[in-house]
């Protein structure tokens, strides 16, 4: 699918014709490929890089045309299940020419990073800081996820939440790679940029650019470390509180298990022969006492022998 854009003073809209316009190719067919090899002078190669969501990012600078391979987030609903991943994007410049390649996704060009355009290469900068800031946006869902996640974990007794945990931590691992592949990108970019007809405002803003990313780098590396260094803290915490029911049910067992034996040797039958010069209102109230008690002096037992042990 084709989809054209032209670059006006409210800012990007989608349209047929215009002198200031770029294209974006979503899931090229082979009419698409064959323009974007002859128009963009894009080999096979390079044109299945584009639509590689496992490819490197990377730059590459020719005398006919300018190739970024970029990563994006994956847009992703919430669910109980988290998957996160990152797809990858191909720009092409040539000139004043410009095209997106994706194999799936898309561009919300209304973003606030395409506004007060001129040209092109506003297009193609807008477009970096905007999907950085993508990414932030996202590292601060996983961040609230894991404070939801740790805070269901501390009174877990099943793997469901620890589970989504590892989830969340592996998507941390490909963002964090995806980030600092584009931060090498942003660098190489950065070095090369002055032959590639930006302009100085362009340049300044690139560096901006390049600050963006570095602290999107550093946060990710902050929260993969948080989750993945306390994983092991978690699990435990998902072990004490199954530890904890396991000394709850067997303390109630203990308890019973002699009320239990004494119910069924002096059973109705039995008590009811011993106390049958007794009302059964007095005898089995007696009975039904003297059980309570019996069993609250074996909980409290219990209890002390467990806090010794747990002292000692």
Not at 122 to 135: A, K, Q, S
Not at 161 to 186: K, R
Not at 227 to 244: C, E, Q
Request: proline letters at 1%.
């Amino acid at each position: 699918m084709i989809q054209h854009y032209s670059i006006e003073e409210s800012g990007i809209l989608e349209s047929k014709d215009g002198q200031k316009q770029f294209i974006v190719f979503l899931s090229p067919g082979e009419k698409e490929i064959r323009k974007i090899q002859e128009d963009f002078f894009l080999d096979e190669y390079d044109l299945s890089s584009t639509l590689d969501a496992d490819e490197v990012p990377r730059l590459e600078v020719s005398s006919s045309r300018t190739l970024i391979i970029w990563k994006i987030p994956k847009t992703t609903k919430v669910t109980e299940v988290v998957e996160l991943g990152v797809l990858s994007v191909g720009l092409v410049l040539t000139d004043d020419k410009l095209c997106f390649i994706f194999e799936e996704g898309d561009i919300s060009f209304s973003a606030r990073e395409f506004r007060q355009l001129n040209d092109v290469r506003d297009v193609i900068l807008g477009f970096l800081l905007h999907t950085i800031r993508h990414y932030v946006g996202h590292l601060r869902v996983i961040k609230q996820l894991s404070r939801e996640l740790e805070r269901k974990i501390t009174v877990s007794m099943e793997n469901r939440h620890l589970l989504q945990m590892f989830a969340l931590s592996e998507s941390l691992v490909y963002y964090l790679d995806a980030i600092e592949g584009n931060g090498a990108v942003l660098r190489k970019f950065r070095s090369v940029i002055n032959g590639l007809g930006f302009d100085s405002k362009q340049i300044q803003f690139l560096d901006d650019i390049i600050q963006e990313n570095a602290q999107a780098t550093r946060q990710a590396n902050i929260y993969s470390s948080v989750i993945s260094g306390l994983m092991d803290a978690r699990g435990t915490i998902v072990n004490n509180n199954m530890n904890v029911l396991l000394k709850n049910l067997t303390l109630i067992n203990t308890v019973f298990l002699p009320l239990n034996l004494i119910a069924s040797i002096w059973g109705m039958s039995e008590w009811s022969i011993i106390t049958k010069d007794l009302d059964w209102k007095i005898s089995y109230t007696l009975f039904f006492s003297g059980m309570g008690v019996f069993g609250w002096l074996t909980w409290w037992v219990m209890k002390r022998i467990i806090d010794k042990g747990r002292e000692e």
